[in-house]
C-alpha cells in the first residue's frame, strides 16, 4: 500500500505562497489518484483540490480556485500543491490523501480516500 508523507508547510504572511509536497513511498503514485484536504480546529476536514492519474484531471474548492494548484511529478512520486494569495483562512492542517490504486474517478469526499499522510500545519497571519 502507499504511504504518504507531507511537507512544506510554516508561517507565512497573507498574500505569500507555500508549496506543500506529498512524498508517496510504496508503489508509484502514478497510479492513484490524489486528493488535498484542509481542518481547521473544531471543524471537519474540507476538499481543497484533486487530479485523477489517468488524465492529470483537476478540480478545486470554490474557495481555492484560482489561487490553488495541483500537480504531480510522478518521477519523483511526488504531488504539489502550490498556494499563492493565501489569505488567513487558509490557516490550517493540510493533508493529502490517496484514492484504492487505479481508481480513476476524482471526489471531494474524505470517505473515498484510502490512505492519508499526518498533515502538515500552514499558518497564514494578517
Known amino acids: 500500500q502507499v504511504q504518504l508523507a507531507e511537507s512544506g508547510g510554516g508561517l507565512v504572511q497573507a498574500g505569500g505562497s507555500l508549496r506543500l509536497s506529498c512524498a508517496a513511498s510504496?508503489?508509484?503514485?502514478?497510479?492513484?489518484?490524489i486528493g488535498w484536504f484542509r481542518r481547521t480546529p473544531g471543524n471537519a476536514r474540507e476538499f481543497v483540490a484533486a487530479?485523477?492519474?489517468?488524465?492529470?484531471?483537476?478540480y478545486y474548492a470554490d474557495s481555492v480556485k484560482g489561487r490553488f494548484t495541483i500537480s504531480r511529478d510522478n518521477s519523483k512520486n511526488t504531488v504539489y500543491l502550490q498556494m499563492n494569495s493565501l489569505k488567513p483562512e487558509d490557516t490550517a492542517v493540510y493533508y493529502c490523501?490517496?484514492?484504492?490504486?487505479?481508481?480513476?474517478?476524482?471526489?471531494?469526499?474524505?470517505?473515498?480516500?484510502?490512505?492519508w499522510g499526518q498533515g502538515t500545519q500552514v499558518t497564514v497571519s494578517s
Open positions: 490523501a490517496a484514492k484504492a490504486r487505479y481508481t480513476t474517478a476524482w471526489s471531494s469526499l474524505t470517505k473515498d480516500y484510502r490512505y
Open positions: 510504496g508503489p508509484t503514485v502514478s497510479a492513484y489518484a
Open positions: 487530479d485523477t492519474w489517468s488524465d492529470g484531471s483537476t
